[in-house]
């Protein structure tokens, strides 16, 4: 057998608020021994585990790896709206008049990520 991916990492300042961010945009859970202030946070959801790690430098340019969400009980534009409200911010917008196309945001600390049509969109 081949292996799988545990975990997606993710260097960051702050691994417990930006693991509490990811917990709620993927409908997931906190790690119960994980505290704010410790060195790392992990997240556990349906899909991946997404670890949080800090590091001490910031980051300094786009990612080269990112991830792309896609809704499972609601349409792209409910998702995007849903994410902004709990603290990304909007960095591109890619959305076609057809209804094709994505959003990109940025998570609290600027991590790029996408939304993209439901399967259902589709």
């Known amino acids: 057998m081949s292996s799988l991916i545990r975990h997606v990492t993710i260097d960051c300042a702050d691994p417990y608020t930006l693991a509490g961010f990811w ?21 556990r959801s349906a899909s991946v585990g997404v670890l949080f790690i800090r590091v001490p430098e910031g980051r300094s340019a786009k990612n ?3 991830v792309d969400l896609e809704p499972q009980d609601r349409t792209r534009d409910e998702e995007v709206d849903r994410l902004l409200a709990l603290g990304a911010t909007l ?3 890619h959305r076609r008049p057809d209804g094709t196309g994505w959003v990109t945001l940025h998570d609290p ?14």
């Open 64 to 66: 080269r790896l990112h």
């Open 109 to 122: 600390e600027g991590n790029e990520f996408c939304v993209e049509r439901s399967a259902g969109e589709r």
């Open 91 to 93: 960095q591109g917008d």
């Open 23 to 43: 917990a709620r945009a993927l409908d997931g859970t906190l790690a119960d021994d994980d505290r704010p202030g410790d060195p790392e946070a992990l997240v």
